[in-house]
C-alpha cells in the first residue's frame, strides 16, 4: 500500500505534511484521505465534533500504521457531509415538521422557565427601586 505523505528527510515517522506544511489530504491508493482537523475544516465543524462523529461509529475510519493514525476517505466525509445536511442547528428546526427530542424539548421547557424567572426577578429589582426612590425624594418617577 503504497502512502504518499511528501515527509521530508529528518521529519518523524508520525509528522503528517499537515503538521509540516499546511493542511492538506493524503492520496492513499488513489483516495484522499484526511485526518480528523483537516476533516473538521472541510466540514465546517471543531475537531472535536469529528471526533465524536468517529467514536459514535458515524464517520468510518481507516488505520495506517505507517503513519500511526486514522484517518478519513474524502468518500466518507461527503456521505456524512449528505447525511447531517439540514439535520442540526436552524436548518432543522425552520422545517415545519419538525419535532423535538424529549431531551431537546425538555431543555428548551427549563429554559424558558428560566427566562421567566430571570425576567420576573428584574422587574421586582425594578418595582423596588421606584418604591425606593419614591419615598427617598417624596416623588413618584414613572
Known amino acids: 500500500m503504497p502512502v504518499t505523505t511528501g515527509r521530508l528527510a529528518g521529519e518523524r515517522r508520525h509528522a503528517l505534511p499537515s503538521m509540516v506544511e499546511g493542511l492538506m489530504p493524503l492520496t492513499i491508493d488513489g483516495t484522499l484521505y484526511y485526518t480528523t482537523t483537516e476533516a473538521a475544516r472541510e466540514l465546517g465543524v471543531q475537531p472535536g465534533a469529528v471526533r465524536d462523529a468517529v467514536a459514535r461509529g458515524v464517520i468510518a475510519v481507516r488505520h495506517v500504521e505507517e503513519i500511526d493514525r486514522n484517518l478519513i476517505a474524502l468518500q466518507e466525509l461527503e456521505r456524512y457531509r449528505t447525511e447531517r445536511a439540514g439535520q442540526q442547528g436552524w436548518a432543522a428546526r425552520k422545517d415545519p415538521t419538525y419535532q423535538p427530542t424529549d431531551s431537546r424539548a425538555a431543555y428548551f421547557r427549563a429554559y424558558r422557565r428560566r427566562r421567566r424567572q430571570e ?24
Open 119 to 142: 425576567a420576573a426577578e428584574q422587574e421586582q429589582v425594578r418595582e423596588q427601586t421606584q418604591t425606593h426612590t419614591t419615598t427617598e425624594t417624596g416623588e413618584e418617577h414613572q
